[in-house]
């Protein structure tokens, strides 16, 4: 199926509408906020990664608020159970049989705040929510609504009582995302708007969940001609033979790369996928999952120049439509 161009009018004002409504509360982080919607119109769930007190939560938060949808809050913990998340069967007296109760996972936007205090078990029990979109409890596998989104935080300074979360985990995330400090205008603003009290309590849906069904499936019918394919996989194959990397570029995230892209291309109005959709959604789909070698971390060589090392290095194809 192709995108029409009403299609297209439609996706961009829904979009700029969810980014005006969460720019309200988080100032000055525009482009991070265009990344989180790209995340969740992808179908891709976002690692929210940053120092305390720049506004990870209330990001999360005010995503799932911008939408009328389900939404629930995990806060992980080092004493968190598999079943605090996936949900527990217990034994109803009056009807003699085990009742399901659902855990927090069964929402249509989860917010798991500080997710590597919990254990490694309990993390573990989210991977098959993110990956197959279903929870499986007692043998019973529940299939879980749409839309769903994970949407974890983690602080980056902070290891005393924290567990890592593992690669397999990691590359469930389609994006990880730094918020980092406002700009010194934005966050006088900041002092404004929040004196009273916060505007994350003013701040109202601007859309249903069935809206953003439907804004995934237009995204999923923006074209990506075969030499964009194929550079999107030069892209991986260049992650993979790097010198400084020990692990590259998954097929999973040449996935995630393709779904992003199309995203991107609607959201700007583009019924096609360009090499600038992708380079523009490289970095934080990407930062991640590759991991240097020990030698090139001694040197002091950053994934972020990785990355950008890959993507100069990488010919760029013509972007026609219909190349």
Not at 214 to 234: F, W
Request: hydrophobic share 40%; with cysteine.
């Amino acid at each position: 199926m192709t995108v029409t161009a009403e299609e297209l009018e439609e996706f961009g004002k829904r979009f700029d509408t969810i980014v005006d409504n969460i720019e309200r509360v988080i100032q000055g982080k525009r482009e991070t906020i265009k990344l989180i919607s790209i995340c969740l119109l992808s179908g891709g769930h976002a690692l929210v990664e940053d120092v305390p007190g720049v506004g990870k939560t209330l990001l999360a938060k005010s995503l799932a608020r911008s939408i009328d949808c389900s939404f629930q809050r995990v806060q992980f913990t080092p004493d968190l159970l598999p079943s605090d998340v996936t949900g527990v069967s217990v034994w109803d007296r009056d009807s003699s049989n085990f009742e399901f109760r659902p855990g927090p996972i069964f929402a249509n936007v989860v917010l798991g705040d500080e997710i590597n205090r919990a254990s490694p078990k309990t993390q573990a029990a989210m991977l098959e929510a993110m990956e197959e979109r279903q929870v499986t409890v007692d043998g019973v596998t529940r299939q879980l609504g749409a839309p769903f989104m994970v949407v974890a935080t983690q602080n980056p300074i902070e290891h005393e009582g924290t567990y890592p979360l593992p690669e397999a985990q990691l590359d469930r995330f389609m994006m990880r995302l730094p918020i980092g400090y406002p700009a010194r205008d934005k966050e006088l603003e900041m002092l404004d708007a929040h004196a009273d009290h916060s505007t994350f309590e003013d701040l109202q849906p601007v859309l249903h969940a069935q809206d953003v069904v439907e804004m995934a499936a237009t995204a999923r019918n923006v074209h990506v001609a075969p030499v964009v394919k194929s550079y999107l996989v030069d892209l991986a194959e260049a992650s993979r033979n790097d010198s400084e990397l020990l692990l590259g570029a998954s097929p999973r995230a040449t996935l995630f790369l393709q779904r992003a892209s199309r995203t991107h291309a609607a959201s700007v109005g583009r019924d096609y996928v360009s090499p600038d959709d992708i380079k523009s959604i490289l970095h934080p789909v990407l930062n991640h999952r590759l991991i240097l070698l020990p030698e090139a971390q001694m040197r002091g060589v950053s994934i972020e120049n990785v990355i950008a090392g890959i993507a100069a290095g990488v010919p760029v194809p013509g972007t026609r439509a219909n190349v």
